[in-house]
Each structure stands twice: as C-alpha cells, then as structure tokens.
T-cell receptor, first 115, second 113 residues
Framework: NAGVTQTPKFRVLKTGQSMTLLCAQDMNHEYMYWYRQDPGMGLRLIHYSVGEGTTAKGEVPDGYNVSRLKKQNFLLGLESAAPSQTSVYFC??????????????FGEGSRLTVL | KQEVTQIPAALSVPEGENLVLNCSFTDSAIYNLQWFRQDPGKGLTSLLLIQSSQREQTSGRLNASLDKSSGRSTLYIAASQPGDSATYLCAVRTGTSYDKVIFGPGTSLSVIP
C-alpha cells in the first residue's frame, strides 16, 4: 500500500518552460489537494478536487492548472514557469463520509526550482 | 474566508518541560482539525485528528483540545524531548461542503538538551 505518491521528487526548470507534477493515491479517496510550501508560510492550497472530473480553486491558483481524469490521479501543471513558483509542492488526499474521519494523507513532496 | 493562525511562531524550551502550542481559526464551521509535525526538509506527519464534535484527543505525550465556539485548538506536549524539535502545523477542514483544508503557518519548536 503506497499511499500518496508524487513524481518527480525534484525538478529544475527555466523560466517559461512547462511541466506537470503527478500525484497518485491508492486509497480510493474522493478528495485530492495540491499545496505549495514556502519558508515561513505554512502550506497554501493551490487547487483541489472532490471527485473524478471535478476541480476547484484554492487560495493561490494563479499560474497553475489541474486535471482529475482518473479518481486515483491528480495532475498539477505549470504552463509557463516563473521564479515565483519555486517552492515545495505537496499533494494530499482524503475521504469524507459518514464513517471516515476526513483525515488528510500527504505525499513526500516535490521540490521545484525555476531559474 | 477561513484564516488560521498559530502562536507562537517559534518556541525554545529546555528538555523535560511541558509546553502548549496554539492554533486559532476565524470561522467556527469546521468539520475537523488536524495537527501535523514536519521535520526540516521532510514531509508532513499526522499527529492527531479532532472531529468537530470532540473536545480532545490524546496520543502518548500529546494531547490536542478543540473549542470550536471560540475558534481555538491547543496541542499540549508533556515532558518534551530533543526529538520533539520540529515545526508543528494545524489544519482545519472547512468550506461550504467541508471540501477545503486550510493550514496555519506553523510553530517552530526547539527542545534544548
């Protein structure tokens, strides 16, 4: 049982390049989230999804796009990377139901540097 | 809009001391509150989860309380150890359908041997 897996773990981009971060979970969770973490700022919600085919904006969505074509995968895309997007990105998932408690499970993070 | 704050931003204590970390949120309509630990350069480790109907949760030397009406949660660490040194973050599940999870900025804890 792998839980939440993020790929790649590290990436260096040049300004203007594009890339996609992949988050995969094997817990059959409905809810998935992308966060970014910058020094001294905790985690800020970028986009989230409450189910296959649905996405919604979080606190800091500008410059990012997401897709949830399959329930187990949540993709975060940067169409034209900027130095301000240098950060550590975390993916998380959870299940919310009458029995489950809505606990959030995290991946190990993806460190992105934009030069 | 839900906002989450944590006080203090940093804390340094001698080994063996009991300590309290604070988390406050502006909108009391939450589904649950979760405390995490993060070591430098690492991911997040879940410590405790409190449902909105609960008042507290305990795990070993950790005790988390929740006062939803006042928008506050505390994480109590008993008999602190150097291995407890880390950043502690709280997060609230909120939103119209409880679909968002918003984090506080964290408290950086240093336990001095």
């Amino acid at each position: 049982n792998a839980g939440v897996t993020q790929t790649p773990k590290f990436r260096v981009l040049k300004t203007g390049q594009s890339m996609t971060l992949l988050c995969a979970q094997d817990m059959n969770h409905e809810y998935m989230y992308w966060y970014r973490q910058d020094p001294g700022m905790g985690l800020r919600l970028i986009h989230y999804s409450v189910g296959e085919g649905t996405t919604a904006k979080g606190e800091v969505p500008d410059g990012y796009n997401v897709s949830r074509l399959k329930k187990q995968n949540f993709l975060l895309g940067l169409e034209s990377a900027a130095p301000s997007q240098t950060s550590v990105y975390f993916c998380a998932s959870s299940y919310l139901g009458s029995v489950n408690t809505g606990e959030l499970f995290f991946g190990e993070g993806s460190r992105l540097t934009v030069l | 809009k839900q906002e989450v704050t944590q006080i203090p931003a940093a804390l340094s204590v001698p080994e063996g001391e009991n300590l309290v970390l604070n988390c406050s949120f502006t909108d009391s309509a939450i589904y649950n509150l979760q405390w995490f630990r993060q070591d430098p350069g690492k991911g997040l480790t879940s410590l405790l989860l409190i449902q909105s109907s609960q008042r507290e949760q305990t795990s070993g030397r950790l005790n988390a309380s929740l006062d939803k009406s006042s928008g506050r949660s505390t994480l109590y660490i008993a008999a602190s150890q150097p291995g407890d040194s880390a950043t502690y973050l709280c997060a609230v599940r909120t939103g119209t359908s409880y679909d968002k999870v918003i984090f506080g900025p964290g408290t950086s804890l240093s336990v001095i041997p």
